[in-house]
């Protein structure tokens, strides 16, 4: 799997800055080849492919972990477990239950398509900076190329990669396709960089003041030790209060946009019923009727771009629950 393009189309931009799809793209390039100047082509190409494999892992990860919290959550509820997962047909000694690749969109998590890679290089780097902090008989050997990259450069390269995703033509087989993609990748391009410059001036004070206290005296050292501290301190904790507060107004809009249709479809079945719920004995009954129902009205969700229609048991537990709230009972 692969995220960005080819380190192709990212090279070709220290040559020829873009002016299309949109303007300012070449000032984008611009700030980040300022970052990027003392950085050989080779270690460029480098930081290109460890980001990706990065990016993707993160994803993969975020995909795994919350299969594994499902399959935990619903072990003692069996019809629930096998709406998620099926039997692979396998014997009882070599079988396994395997995830219902077409229902990913019921796990509400980051994917790659829906969130920023921006923030996920930010958790990347955060994990990276764990794995640097550890005893050193801990660490992977894995992650060792890490160490040969700052984090202004990785968010120059990340913007360079985001730009060219921005200006891939529609007519040729690669991500993005489509005016929209491309707007927000421009927009997630521009993002990186300023990060990036951000990430550059705390680097200039960290070295500004590294190389104050070698000049200085021994018994000004504790001093502009703690100068240094204080700065780096507050700039962090101003930098974790922006994100936090980005992430959490990107996730509830997220979530607003990603629920609404069901909120739609359900509150619609909720008024009909309730003006014929004497008409079902059951809420399995009501389910499947009122499942055709929103068929018919070709009310649905998407799935990986795919229409895809609500299934009678999920209806059914609509009804099932707003039932229990309204106390009315089924024959």
């Known amino acids: 799997m692969q995220l960005l393009p080819d380190f192709s189309n990212v090279a070709t931009l220290f040559s020829n800055a ?15 080849k300022t970052i990027l100047k003392n950085m050989p082509e080779e270690q460029i190409n480098l930081a290109f492919e460890v980001l990706d494999k990065e990016l993707v892992t993160h994803f993969e990860s975020l995909r795994a972990y919350a299969i594994d ?33 077409e229902l990913d969109t019921e796990l509400d998590i980051e994917t790659a398509e829906n969130s920023s890679w921006v923030d996920a290089l930010k958790e990347i780097i955060e994990d990276r900076d764990s794995w640097l902090n550890a005893p050193e008989e801990s660490r992977s050997r894995d992650n060792c190329t890490w160490q040969e990259f700052e984090n202004s450069e990785l968010f120059a390269v990340l913007s360079l990669g985001l730009v060219a995703c921005s200006v891939i033509p529609e007519n040729q087989d690669e991500y993005p396709k489509g005016q929209s993609i491309a707007a927000t990748c421009a927009l997630e391009a521009m993002d990186a960089v300023c990060y990036a410059e951000q990430c550059r001036e705390i680097e200039w004070i960290k070295q500004f003041h590294a190389k104050q206290l070698l000049e200085t005296s021994n018994s000004q050292l504790a001093k502009l030790q703690e100068v240094t501290e204080e700065i780096s301190s507050k700039l962090v904790s101003e930098q974790a209060e922006h994100e936090r507060l980005k992430r959490a107004e990107r996730s509830a809009q997220m979530n607003s946009i990603r629920h609404q249709p069901t909120k739609e479809a359900r509150d619609l079945v909720i008024k009909d019923w309730e003006a014929n719920f004497r008409s079902f004995p059951s809420a399995e009954q009501a389910g499947v009727h009122y499942s055709d129902w929103l068929a018919e009205k070709s009310m649905g969700y998407l799935v990986k771009g795919q229409q895809e229609f609500f299934k009678p048991r999920a209806v059914a537990e609509w009804i099932r629950q707003h039932a229990k709230v309204k106390n009315i009972k089924f024959r």
């Open 69 to 101: 919290e499902l399959q935990v959550k619903f072990e003692s509820d069996p019809e629930t477990y096998q709406y998620f997962f099926r039997w692979d047909g396998g014997t009882f000694a070599n079988g396994r239950w395997l995830f219902r690749n």
């Open 18 to 32: 873009p002016t299309r799809p949109f303007t300012q793209l070449a000032g984008i390039v611009f700030r980040a």
